[in-house]
């Protein structure tokens, strides 16, 4: 108290007799540390609360961005370390889904889904093609020519077709996979064009291939983060800030 008497550079308290007493200044005072007392106990519940809601492991059922999840799993381990993290691409996960966060461009019916960011889908032409060279693609431009697309069950393609199907845009199909990795190594190779999510992708200018957008032609999609969790979760939130910082540094 002598301590806390010198830092304010007053009396706080003096004694009668046995009996200490308040000084008029530790009168003024107390109502001040009363408010501090309770915003700390509501602080220390506050992390308490939180503690009980973060779970030890999560899993994170990857719908789109493939192609990034080895370096989105580095950056998550390296900020939460305490979680374990699982990753699974194929094969909803049905039984767990409290668990469960789900990185889609498809919001899922019954959960909560969090919009981290809209990215451009913009057409991937290889270098060697002519029509690379041209600053400006127009819908004519890519009707005479033959696509790598994924396969009609992936969500990109979903999206693709419902787009296409707006503008009444009949495409010529070479050839399908199911796995965005390999068309991403089509692609590479000079194989044809194929249409590429700008940022799940990680267009990077040193690739093989350039980056268009078509005239007349928006195609876009928003990726979201959905779960059973409220958007208020600090598990949900924390995890939706990790996706977009790492997709949006």
């Known amino acids: 108290m002598k301590h806390l008497e010198q830092e304010l550079g007053v009396p706080l308290f003096y004694h009668t007799g046995r009996h200490i007493e308040l000084t008029m200044y530790a009168e003024s005072f107390y109502p001040y540390v009363l408010q501090t007392l309770a915003q700390f106990d509501r602080g220390l519940a506050a992390i308490q609360a939180l503690n009980e809601e973060i779970l030890p492991a999560i899993t994170i059922y990857s719908e789109v961005a493939s192609v990034s999840i080895p370096n989105l799993v580095k950056s998550f381990s390296e ?17 767990a889904q409290e668990k469960v966060f789900y990185i889609t461009s ?18 991937a032409i290889p270098k060697n093609q002519p029509l690379a060279t041209k600053e400006v693609i127009e819908i004519s431009d890519i009707q005479t020519h033959s696509f790598l697309m994924l396969a009609t069950n992936s969500p990109l393609r979903r999206t693709l077709d419902a787009a296409f199907e707006t503008q009444k845009i009949a495409l010529k199909i070479g050839a399908t996979t199911d796995d965005p990795a390999t068309l991403r190594s089509m692609i590479n190779q000079g194989l ?3 249409f590429f999510p700008k940022i799940t992708w990680g267009y990077e200018k040193k690739a093989p291939f350039v980056l268009r957008k078509i005239e007349k032609l928006s195609l876009s999609r928003t990726i979201y983060l959905a ?15 990790t996706l977009k910082e790492f997709f949006i540094p």
Do not use: D, R, W, Y
């Open 79 to 95: 900020k939460h370390p305490e979680i374990q993290l699982s990753i699974q691409q194929h094969g909803a996960t049905e039984k």
């Open 106 to 123: 498809e919001p899922k019916v019954g959960l909560t889904n969090l919009p981290i960011f809209t990215e451009e889908i913009l057409l």
């Open 192 to 194: 044809g064009m194929t």
């Open 227 to 241: 779960s059973s969790f409220t958007e208020e979760n600090p598990m949900a939130k924390m995890i939706a800030k």
